[in-house]
């Protein structure tokens, strides 16, 4: 049984107005859609999380770099990548209290982490990538390429 809609009345500033209209949601295209896309974003997102109070915080934390890239038209895909998945993975971290928490979510933590890591590594592998400094992620790239060797002998060897 469908529920009941209740009208309501919301005044918004002109710029609050504005940031709905150029808010980005899927399968919303109407004032009305987004507002109730909105009210439904904490609970889809944060599902996963229990109550999500942590990762909220750090979405909080990383909301005006966040909006900064959403206007900017040349925005970095590493950037993008940072302000939308590091709030999960610091949510996830900090919603652990206990040592044996702690050890029992470092597995799933740990493929996050590496999972955005190559997500890092497939943005520069893009026909052409956006990256506010391609010479840095070179170098970067070249550095790790150093250091998974060192390391993939060193397991080997155990």
């Known amino acids: 049984m469908p529920s009941r809609s209740i009208s309501l009345s919301v005044r918004l500033t002109q710029e609050e107005s504005e940031r709905l209209a150029r808010l980005n949601l899927p399968e919303a295209k109407t004032p009305s859609d987004k507002i ?3 009210i439904a974003a ?3 997102s944060f599902a996963s999380l229990g109550d999500g109070t942590h990762t909220f915080a750090a ?5 005006p770099a966040s909006d900064m890239l ?3 038209e040349d925005h970095s895909d590493i950037l993008r990548l940072l302000a939308d998945r590091l709030p999960l993975l610091l949510g996830e971290l900090a919603s652990k209290t206990t ?3 702690l050890k029992s979510a470092e597995a799933a933590i740990t493929e996050d982490f590496f999972e955005l890591v ?3 590594l497939q943005a520069g592998l ?4 956006r ?4 010479e840095l992620f070179k170098e970067l790239v070249d550095d790790m390429r150093s250091s998974t060797e060192l390391l993939r002998g060193r397991l080997n060897s155990k």
């Open 36 to 38: 109730r896309a909105l």
């Open 42 to 44: 904490p609970e889809n």
């Open 59 to 63: 979405r909080k934390l990383v909301k």
């Open 70 to 72: 959403d206007q900017c």
């Open 99 to 101: 040592s044996k928490e």
């Open 118 to 120: 190559e997500l890092v």
């Open 126 to 129: 893009r026909r052409n990538p």
């Open 131 to 134: 990256l506010q400094n391609p």
